[in-house]
């Protein structure tokens, strides 16, 4: 069982930044956690989950159009954990903003990829809110 939990939110201004924190440990014995992918995903009030951000196993990225130059994800493997940067807050960016493993390879399917409705992710974080306003 993995378990991650998101840190980092908060209330900013328009404009403002922000970097997120997503600690992963494993609670029992399983694939090392190095063997998982990390997206980065938001939900908005009224309105369905979206993939923001995912970083696969090798580093490789994708992002949400909305959020291309703007959302940056990181991962330190020593520490466990993957950050989202966030520049140019925009009021539309405000949300619960969720992290979550998978054993996908490719990022750009864990940020997109619905099997049945909602993400084929395989473990989730609690969430932490963003709010933009000034």
């Known amino acids: 069982q993995l378990q991650l939990v998101e840190s980092g939110g908060g209330l900013v201004q328009p404009g403002g930044s922000l970097r997120l924190s997503c600690e992963a440990s494993?609670?029992?014995?399983?694939?090392?956690?190095?063997?998982?992918?990390i997206g980065w995903f938001r939900q908005a009030p009224g309105k369905v989950r979206e993939g923001v951000s995912c970083i696969s196993t090798s580093g490789s990225t994708h992002y949400a159009d909305s959020v291309k130059g703007r959302f940056t994800i990181s991962r330190d493997t020593a520490k466990n954990t993957v950050y989202l940067q966030i520049n140019n807050l925009k009021p539309e960016d405000r949300a619960e903003y969720y992290c979550?493993?998978?054993?996908?390879?490719?990022?750009?399917?864990?940020?997109?990829?619905?099997?049945?409705?909602?993400?084929?992710?395989?473990?989730w974080g609690r969430g932490t809110l963003v709010t933009v306003s000034s």
């Open positions: 979550a493993a998978s054993t996908l390879t490719s990022a750009q399917r864990m940020c997109e990829w619905r099997p049945g409705g909602d993400f084929g992710m395989d473990y």
């Open positions: 494993n609670e029992t014995s399983g694939l090392p956690l190095h063997f998982y992918g």
